[in-house]
T-cell receptor
């Protein structure tokens, strides 16, 4: 299994500013993902972070708003740009196993709780 | 396209009683199925998964799930509920497809409340 850490764990930000969330995995993983979750609700996939290439964004999410970096097989960042109160949410980093097969389990970080005022 | 349904927003069960959290899925091919648990203010924790073989899968914390292909279900069960099992539970599915890593689709979640 993969152990995933995220920084910061929570933050309160002013509208119009940007926040970068870091995700660190304790082992090399093929796939990394970023999700958004409203408290008590399901997960919405923002994008797949691809190592060495541009992230793959889901419908409704764009690179200008949520730029993602993946410089190596253990680390990724998600930036929430030009924030508004609607961006207040929990942001979760997730990583696949060391293989690339469909049976691989996704593991999750503890989440970053963001409040935009 | 793949999808997963958790028909119950909340399940209440008395401590010591058996619990079931329901999940049904839809995939074009054969599924990989997963259960996760989320405690308050925490990330998702992996409980168990069905890949192939025995339809009854055992996982962490005494949980198990039964894969039923004819009913396209993967219900989560535990023989005796604990108050500490109270949490939000997510079912997830991935189509086996032609191999390679494909996106997981998560259900809407079921809140389990175990009553002392």
């Amino acid at each position: 299994s993969a152990v995933i850490s995220q920084k910061p764990s929570r933050d309160i930000c002013q509208r119009g500013t940007s926040l970068t969330i870091q995700c660190q995995v304790d082992s090399q993983v093929t796939m990394m993902f970023w999700y958004r979750q409203q408290p008590g609700q399901s997960l919405t996939l923002i994008a797949t972070a691809n190592q060495g290439s541009e992230a793959t964004y889901e419908s409704g999410f764009v690179i200008d708003k949520f730029p993602i970096s993946r410089p190596n097989l253990t680390f990724s960042t998600l930036t929430v740009s030009n924030m508004s109160p609607e961006d207040s949410s929990i942001y979760l980093c997730s990583a696949g196993g060391s293989g690339s097969g469909a049976q691989e389990t996704q593991y999750f970080g503890p989440g970053t709780r963001l409040l935009v005022l | 396209a793949q999808s997963v349904a958790q028909p119950e927003d909340q399940v209440n069960v008395a401590e010591g009683n058996p619990l079931t959290v329901k999940c049904t899925y839809s995939v074009s091919g054969n599924p990989y199925l997963f259960w996760y648990v989320q405690y308050p203010n925490r990330g998702l924790q992996f409980l168990l998964k069905y890949i192939t073989g025995d339809n009854l899968v055992k996982g962490s914390y005494g949980f198990e799930a039964e894969f039923n292909k004819s009913q396209t279900s993967f219900h989560l069960k535990k023989p005796s509920a604990l108050v500490s099992d109270s949490a939000l539970y997510f079912c997830a599915v991935r189509d086996r497809g032609s191999g390679g890593y494909q996106k997981v689709t998560f259900g809407t979640g079921t809140k389990l409340q175990v009553i002392p």
